[in-house]
């Protein structure tokens, strides 16, 4: 399948630090991607869809100004949690679609954010 | 009602049976459904696509489609204990760009 990576993996920092999370598609160009993110035990949440050059589409109840998502190039997307605080603690995944129908979502690692 | 039902489980099977998992979807337009497998800590991977009713098989794995009642299935032949993980099972909404998630089905194949 097609690789989408995600970096960091793992974040730990203290409340009111804001925190950059990094998405790429390595192997093919994405216009669309992806913002998901999972609290235990419970289902994928999206919070965005980020678009190559515009702006980022986001769901209802989602901030955009505490969650900044740019997409610059056809690769690459970021997701900066704002001001984080503990209930933003969260595993955030991101994804994108490829495919001959463009419909086959891929996800990165994911990164697991641990706000203290 | 959740547009994407699943039962949380778990189902246990011994290894080497046939894990059987369920999901109906509420959105009779949608046209493109996916099986996801989850590990604990893990993000989501992409086991198995179907479009159209009926089957299709990769290896071990088979998806069943029937959209007039609404459900996908998704058969594991001769479990193995890697296969225990979270199963998700999702749908692309029609005319959208946006992939619903279910919450997932456990399972535990017993060694």
């Known amino acids: 399948g097609a690789v989408v990576s995600q970096h960091p993996s793992r974040v730990i920092c203290k409340s009111g630090t804001s925190v950059k999370i990094e998405c790429r598609s390595l192997d093919f160009q994405a216009t669309t991607m992806f913002w998901y993110r999972q609290f235990p035990k419970q289902s994928l949440m999206l919070m965005a869809t980020s678009n190559e050059g515009s702006k980022a589409t986001y769901e209802q109840g989602v901030e955009k100004d505490k969650f900044l998502i740019n997409h610059a190039s056809l690769t690459l997307s970021t997701l900066t949690v704002t001001s984080a605080h503990p209930e933003d603690s969260s595993f955030y995944i991101c994804?994108?679609?490829?495919?001959?129908?463009?419909?086959?979502?891929?996800f990165g690692s994911g990164t697991q954010l641990s706000v203290l | 009602q959740k547009e994407v039902e699943q039962n949380s489980g778990p189902l246990s099977v011994p290894e080497g049976a046939i894990a059987s998992l369920n999901c109906t979807y509420s959105d009779r337009g949608s046209q493109s459904f996916f099986w996801y497998r989850q590990y604990s800590g893990k993000s989501p991977e992409l086991i198995m696509f179907i479009y159209s009713n009926g089957d299709k098989e990769d290896g071990r794995f088979t998806a069943q489609l029937n959209k007039a009642s609404q459900y996908v299935s998704l058969l594991i032949r001769d479990s193995q204990p890697s296969d225990s993980a979270t199963y998700l099972c999702a749908f692309r909404r029609a005319g959208t760009y946006k992939y619903i998630f279910g919450t997932g089905t456990r399972l535990k194949v017993l060694a």
């Open positions: 994804s994108a679609a490829t495919g001959s129908r463009n419909e086959k979502l891929f």
